[in-house]
């Protein structure tokens, strides 16, 4: 028994895959110019990263270099952390925002 091929279904999912493959440009090109700015809890270290993870500054504020080493090191992780936290967040609402008006397949 031969399978009957539905071509509107094929056509369909052709143009589903290339909308995917547009939206995932317009993601990868917005989160090419994006960065996030993020300082640690004592406010002495600023942290910017861009949307691939990459830290583009580090900004330590004088004011932190006469703290111990261990005060220091403090500060700058936890600044990291936090910037990578932030990435990781704004990803996703980028994603989310990009893919808004998306359906899933099998949704009406």
Known sequence: MAREIDEMFIEE????????DERNAEFD???????VTVRS???????????????RDVDIDERLLAESGPDVSRSVRLA????????RWARAKLR????????PVGRP
């Open 29 to 35: 090109k917005a989160a090419a110019t994006m960065e």
């Open 13 to 20: 999912a052709i143009d589903r895959y290339q909308r995917i």
């Open 80 to 87: 990291v952390a936090a910037a990578a936290d932030a990435v």
């Open 41 to 55: 809890p004592d406010g002495l270290v600023t942290v910017v990263v861009n949307f691939d993870g990459d830290i």
């Open 96 to 103: 989310t925002e990009t893919f808004a008006d998306y359906d």
